[in-house]
Nanobody, 118 residues
């Protein structure tokens, strides 16, 4: 599957932003799509993920309660709704697919930059 993330931008702390990840090609119910982020000078970190079939979500503790992942099967798009953004949420955000939901990431999309001003 090919992925492309978009929707990043410059927001103020406390604002909301929704990222999208458009998927094309192979998609099976057993797959999981995840969101990751990487801030300058830091390692890439897992933000959250959703299983394509059942829509089961998993979140990192740092975003739980503020971020929500959803998917639209008809549009083959996965969303990352980010609320109450903090300066520490600023990063390049990526989406990736995990074939078979075994927590290994098989294909990555290009990132989209999120900047949060304080």
């Amino acid at each position: 599957v090919q992925l492309q993330a978009f929707g990043g931008g410059l927001v103020q702390a406390g604002d909301s932003l929704r990222l999208s990840c458009a998927a094309s090609g192979r998609q099976y119910s057993s797959d999981r799509v995840g969101w990751f982020r990487q801030a300058p000078g830091k390692e890439r970190e897992f933000v959250g993920g959703i299983t394509w079939g059942a829509g089961i979500t998993t979140y990192a503790g740092s975003v739980k309660g503020r971020f929500t992942i959803s998917r639209d099967k008809s549009n083959k798009t996965i969303y990352l709704q980010m609320n109450s953004l903090k300066p520490e949420d600023a990063a390049v955000y990526y989406c990736a697919v995990d074939y078979g939901s075994n927590w290994t990431w098989d294909s990555w999309g290009q990132g989209t930059l999120v900047t949060v001003s304080s």
